[in-house]
T-cell receptor
Framework: AQSVTQLDSQVPVFEEAPVELRCNYS??????LFWYVQYPNQGLQLLLK??????LVESINGFEAEFNKSQTSFHLRKPSVHISDTAEYFC????????????FGQGTELSVKP | EAQVTQNPRYLITVTGKKLTVTCSQN?????MSWYRQDPGLGLRQIYY???????DKGDVPEGYKVSRKEKRNFPLILESPSPNQTSLYFC?????????????FGQGTRLTVV
């Protein structure tokens, strides 16, 4: 069975500061990894994903995540956050031998303060 | 515009009164699924469908039913709702299973069972 653990339920940070949202997963098979973002009162949107190739993946709004197979981690980082980044962030995995199931972490609430 | 539409967005109902939450996608996606989101638990998959007339249980299927009579629609049915089904529900679709391509999420249905 697979599981995803997001180590911080809430991360408060000041505007323009760097941030890291931590994600670890457990799986006996290969997985694909995702970060989703949920802005207040909205559905989830895909932020970035790792399928194969370079272990560092980037999104269009300045976030990046690095797949570390030895540490089974996929931490999300941004060097300088904006107020508009305030949202809940979900790490998720899909086992490569199953039919499409996304397994989510518990979520991390990022709160950016001025 | 590509989208997943859920209705209703908000619903308050009483224990035992059957209800249906509709989900429709306009992207000709094969794969659709339902999740519930609860604080501290992230999103958990209820049911999924690989294609028309093909459905299967997710992690938390008890108390729910689904049907996939046509490709675009994937309703979630609560035959006899109970207070522990009070939650935020999301429908999602993707072109193929596996989450390899972008999964689209609806805006959510906030259900309260009293």
């Amino acid at each position: 069975a697979q599981s995803v653990t997001q180590l911080d339920s809430q991360v408060p940070v000041f505007e323009e500061a760097p941030v890291e949202l931590r994600c670890n997963y457990s799986s006996s098979v290969s997985v694909y990894l995702f970060w989703y973002v949920q802005y207040p009162n909205q559905g989830l949107q895909l932020l970035l994903k790792y399928l194969s190739g370079s272990t560092l993946v980037e999104s269009i709004n300045g976030f990046e995540a690095e797949f570390n197979k030895s540490q089974t981690s996929f931490h999300l980082r941004k060097p300088s956050v904006h107020i508009s980044d305030t949202a809940e962030y979900f790490c998720a995995v899909t086992p490569d031998n199953q039919g499409g199931k996304l397994i989510f972490g518990q979520g991390t609430e990022l709160s950016v303060k001025p | 515009e590509a989208q997943v539409t859920q209705n209703p967005r908000y619903l308050i109902t009483v224990t035992g009164k059957k209800l249906t939450v509709t989900c429709s996608q306009n992207m000709n996606h094969e794969y659709m699924s339902w999740y519930r989101q609860d604080p501290g638990l992230g999103l958990r998959q209820i049911y999924y469908s690989m294609n028309v007339e093909v459905t299967d249980k997710g992690d938390v299927p008890e108390g729910y039913k689904v049907s996939r009579k046509e490709k675009r629609n994937f309703p979630l049915i609560l035959e006899s709702p109970s207070p522990n089904q009070t939650s935020l529900y999301f429908c999602a679709s993707s072109l193929k299973p596996g989450g390899l391509l972008k999964a689209f999420f609806g805006q959510g249905t906030r259900l309260t069972v009293v």
